[in-house]
Every structure is written in C-alpha cells, then in structure tokens.
C-alpha cells in the first residue's frame, strides 16, 4: 500500500466536504438518502484527496472483503501444501477465506492472477514460491493491498520476506552429527546458484568451525536435487575419503541417494556413518533406511507466520525486510547422536 | 489451457453459426434480444465446436460471482495440487478465481468452511479426497449451488463424482508386462478396504484372465501403503514364488520397496522381473533403480474434467452418478514392455 493511499480516510473526505463521516459514507456507499448535490460533494472532496478506488471498494463492506490471495509464482509444488495450511491456521477458518492462485512461473500468468486478485479487492496477497532467493517485486509498482512474499523474497527492502532459517538449519545438522562424536564430515547439497544451498553450507560450515573440525571444499559436492546424484556423488566421496563418518544432505532425496549408496558400500548408517537430510519429507524420511533424521524447516508455521505479518499489514502497521523462522530437526534413526533442541 | 480449450474461439462459433460475433456473444451471455432460434443455432455451433468452460465463464457476467470453492475434506494431499491446476486450467486463469479450503477430515471443519464459501456466495463447488470411496454428500442436506466430487465420491446416486479409472488402470499394467513376456505376476497393494485396491486389482485379474494367466489368491499381498511394506512383502512372495517374473504395485512407495528388494535379492528388474507401480509420483519414479514404470491417473485432467462438469452444472444443466477417467501409463525402464496405448 502505497503511502498516499493509505494516508487518505473518510474523515479526511468528509471534512474536506463538509460532512458528518456517516454522510461520508452514505455517499461513498451509495446508500440511504442524499440529495444530489451532497453526494457531489463528497465524490468531489474524495477525488481532490485522491482517496482510491481500492479505499472506495474496502469502505464499500465494512472495508475489507475478508479474502486473501495466495499467489504461488512457481509452479505448484509439495511446499504450497504446509504453507497453506498454515495460513488457513492463522487467518482462522473460514473467516478469511483465501484465492490460490497458480502462477506456474510464467510472469505473464502472474500479472493476470494479480490483477484479479486486485479486481475482487483481496485485503492482501501472499506471494510463496520454491526457492528463497531474492525475485522481483511483484508487479513491479506500488500495489493497493499489502504484500508478503513467504518461502520466497522480494528484491525490494521494503517488502516483508518470510524466510526458513537455513543458516540455523546448517548448524542444527553439524551440531547433531558432532554430538555424536562425527569429525571427518562432507556435504552433498543442490546447485550453488540456490541461495539455500549457499545458507545451509554456510550454518553447516561455521558450527563445524566452532569445534574445531574442518570441511574443505572437495568434500562438498554441488549437483542436482536428486536421488542419483546424491548415490553418485556419495559414490565419489567415498572413493577419496574412505573414512567419511557424517554426510549431511540439502535435500531428503540426496540423502536417500546417500544411504543407498552407503549401505550398497558396507557402511552401516548410523554407526560408521551419520546422515542428515533436509526437509523432512514424511514418507522419504520414514521410508528411508534407517529412518532419515532431518531438518524440518516447519513450513505451516512459516505459513502461519506469514499470514500473521500480513494481517498486521492489513491492519495498517508498516514492516519490511526479512523475517527468518528457526528450523528443527526431526530425529530418526539415521544421525546416530541425540536429539538436539 | 489444453489446445481444444484455446482453439475455439467467438469467432469460430458465430461462423458456424452464421451470426455476428458480438449476435454470438449476446447469445452466450444470455443478454440483448435475441430469436430462440438464433440463440440455439449459436449454443448448437459451441457444442460441435467444444466451445467449452472458458467461454460459458465468460458468459456467465453479472449473474455470478466469478468464484468457485475447492474443498479439500482429507488432510492435505499432493493429490490436490495437480487437481487444483486443472481446475485453474479449465475455469480459465483469473476469469473464475478458486478459494481453497482444507477440511483436515474433520467434519465440523468441512461444514464451517461450506458455510464460509456460501456465505461468499460460490457459484458451485468441487470437492476433493484422497480416496475413491463413497463418502455422505458434503452438509448432507441440498445445497444452493452445484457441487462436484473430485477423487471424492458421494454415496448419493444424485451427485456427480469424477474418478480416476482404477479397474482399467489395473489392465493397463497388465497388458504391459504380459506384453513383455510375462507370465509369474503377483500383485502387492494397499489395505483391501480402499475401492481403489479392489478396483486396480479387479482389473488387473481381469485382464491376466482374459490372456490365460492366472492370479490366486496367495500372490495377491494387501498392506499399509508404505515402502516397508513394499520390501517385505515382496521378500515373502519370492519366498513362496521365486520364478515370479512380474510384480504389479499399488502405488510407487510400494514399488519402490518391491524394486530394492528384487535387486537385493539378485534378480534384474527388468529383465528378470517386470515392476510397474500407480501414481506415477514424478521424483519417486525417477529416482528409482532402475526408473518406475507407472500408471498415471492424469489428476490435472480429472482437476479439468471436474471444472467442465461443474461449470456445465452452474449453467443450468443436470448431471448426476459417476464419470471415470481413464488412467495411461507412464513409460520408463522397471516394466520392461513396449509402450501401451
């Protein structure tokens, strides 16, 4: 919401008028009875102001409509599903009922699903998408709604981003797999162009370092998000690191890979080696063997949080930048060290 | 948008027709004064032409309120984001927006949010599941707008419910290991008190009868649908049949179970045995050794399928019992057969 639309009131209109608010209201409603020349005025003092169609549309029913947008700009992935249901939690069922809209990464797509949103006067748009690096805003202009971005970023520092800690989720592995006494540790992880790739290796690396315990960069292995990759790159370190005793995973279906590979190589997981995964995707994680420790970035509650930030938007607080949501890990069988906080 | 859905156009219906384009649309839209003759010419060019959900949303203005309400009755489901494209792809992207409500299978939920969607006055409603078992008709009273069931199933004969062809899905998977050679098949599946488990096995016994070859009873293994239950059942049936050559599984997280242990055991899948699974679950089939072959049940196109018929049902039209649409198989290496139609 830009800060001239917010700005502008039906008390201002009235006054400027010289009404009573309620006659303000009547006018901008279009109901009860007025003469003619009233009604003009207030449409008259409510131009002048620049009191906009979407403060016009929010005055018209209690001035909200009581809908959101959640608009996925990416094309429809499993993380939609925790996110929504976080946001229903938050908005409370029923009460704010929400449009989801698929934007399919196609920015064409987007816009259209934008402005529809806009044309049936949603009180605010969350944005969610698949990576956390920075994307444009939407639209690109000053919207009439507040927006939150959620497992997606905005470019813009005056957008709010709620984001998973990946950094922490980093450290939450390291300090897992150290707690059980790991010291020679690799990583197999996602495509460095992800900024999550970077945070995660990034938290991962540092809570290494506090104890003592290098990881140089042979041992990290960037590929793509999949299973094979994470058999053949577990394959690889292997053959140059024999005593590898922690592999921790950007993903649950690198560290499926990685077991695989382990366990096809006479390593038994956990106790010759550890492994950590990310996500805690339910049935890979369970279905896993053994059953996948990992870190569980708690998507409904980033959902949650994000319709939280954006009611309080809707309320007329003013907030931007970047909010990061702790992970935690969910201990299986796979890690071998005790749970940690 | 699917190619049949772009093709047709206005422009071609009021061809057809032997009309004006703007004689066409004031058909469509039901507006201006119009012959009944001239208007069933122009509704009988858009039939031929599938001038289909698209064009009668657009056609709908002003008498509706532009909005449907997806909800979900299950706890969420990956099922529900392939339906919710197609239902996006089918209502036209923005033209008809889509609130979606999770009912968490909670009954007390599921009538809060059908009083919040009517309330918000939807012009109709899909309902979505994740079994294909008859369920009591959402609020179990007549509702205001039309509903459609969606991988959902009502036991009131009155409603209409879309499903996914389970029984010929079942032959699909037949047909394509008995055409790689087969002849020793079992089947390892989910609990027997899914209509899906019987439907797909129902099928599937059909068409191994149809060629001669039998399925007893024995070979037949039902259990949880998780990947554990995948190994060990396939670990008793090569107990009990080791020649067994062709291993049909009732979803992917079973043939994934089944694929890890054939291969532990030593046999080659597919040249010693043939795998096919059901859902084709994209990152679970692909990652699997060697590549799932699977049967899809085109869920977007049943997400489509459901907008056509709840659209048809909010103009007016009356459609009730059960539609099936046909699963087709996905292709990759465990089956080891040609491709079947």
């Known amino acids: 919401m830009s800060d001239e639309q917010r700005a502008v009131t039906i008390t201002e209109v009235a006054a400027r008028a010289g009404v009573s608010i309620s006659t303000a209201s009547k006018a901008l409603n279009r109901r009860g009875q007025l003469r003619n020349e009233t009604r003009e005025r207030v449409f008259a003092a409510a131009n002048e102001l620049g009191y906009q169609p979407?403060?016009?549309?929010?005055?018209?029913?209690?001035?909200?409509?009581?809908?959101?947008?959640?608009?996925?700009?990416?094309?429809?992935?499993?993380?939609?599903?925790?996110?929504?249901?976080?946001?229903?939690?938050?908005?409370?069922a029923g009460r704010v009922a929400v449009f989801l809209c698929d934007g399919r990464a196609d920015p064409?797509?987007?816009?259209?699903?934008?402005?529809?949103?806009?044309?049936?006067?949603?009180?605010?748009?969350?944005?969610?998408?698949?990576?956390?690096?920075?994307?444009?805003?939407?639209?690109?202009?000053?919207?009439?709604?507040?927006?939150?971005?959620?497992?997606?970023?905005?470019?813009?520092?005056?957008?709010?981003?709620?984001?998973?800690?990946?950094?922490?989720?980093?450290?939450?592995?390291?300090?897992?797999?150290?707690?059980?006494?790991?010291?020679t540790f690799a990583h197999v992880t996602g495509p460095p162009e992800y900024a999550a790739v970077r945070d995660r290796l990034t938290g991962f690396r540092a809570a290494l370092a506090e104890a003592g315990v290098p990881l140089p960069d042979e041992r990290v292995r960037f590929g793509p998000w999949r299973e094979e990759f994470g058999r053949a790159a577990t394959a690889e370190l292997l053959a140059g690191l024999p005593d590898?005793?922690?592999?921790?995973?950007?993903?649950?279906?690198?560290?499926?890979?990685?077991?695989?590979?382990?366990?096809?190589?006479?390593?038994?997981?956990?106790?010759?080696?550890?492994?950590?995964?990310?996500?805690n995707w339910g049935v890979l994680a369970e279905g896993a063997r053994p059953p996948l420790t990992s870190v569980d970035m708690d998507l409904q509650g980033l959902g949650e949080l994000a319709a939280r930030r954006l009611l309080s938007l809707i309320e007329g607080n003013r907030e931007s930048g970047l909010v990061r949501q702790p992970c935690r890990l969910e201990v299986r069988d796979s890690g071998g060290g005790p749970a940690v906080r």
Chains 1, 2 share one sequence.
């Open 244 to 279: 590898v005793d922690a592999v921790f995973c950007g993903n649950d279906l690198l560290a499926r890979g990685a077991l695989d590979t382990l366990r096809e190589s006479g390593r038994r997981v956990p106790e010759d080696v550890g492994v950590v995964g990310f996500d």
């Open 54 to 92: 979407n403060a016009l549309a929010r005055s018209l029913v209690q001035r909200r409509s009581y809908t959101v947008g959640l608009l996925s700009t990416e094309s429809a992935d499993r993380f939609n599903i925790p996110l929504h249901l976080g946001l229903e939690n938050a908005l409370g």
């Open 108 to 183: 064409e797509r987007e816009r259209f699903y934008l402005e529809s949103l806009l044309s049936r006067r949603v009180d605010g748009i969350v944005v969610t998408g698949v990576r956390t690096d920075a994307r444009p805003p939407l639209a690109g202009v000053p919207l009439p709604v507040p927006v939150v971005y959620a497992y997606s970023r905005s470019s813009d520092p005056g957008d709010l981003s709620v984001l998973p800690d990946d950094e922490q989720g980093g450290r939450l592995a390291a300090e897992h797999l150290l707690a059980a006494g790991r010291r």
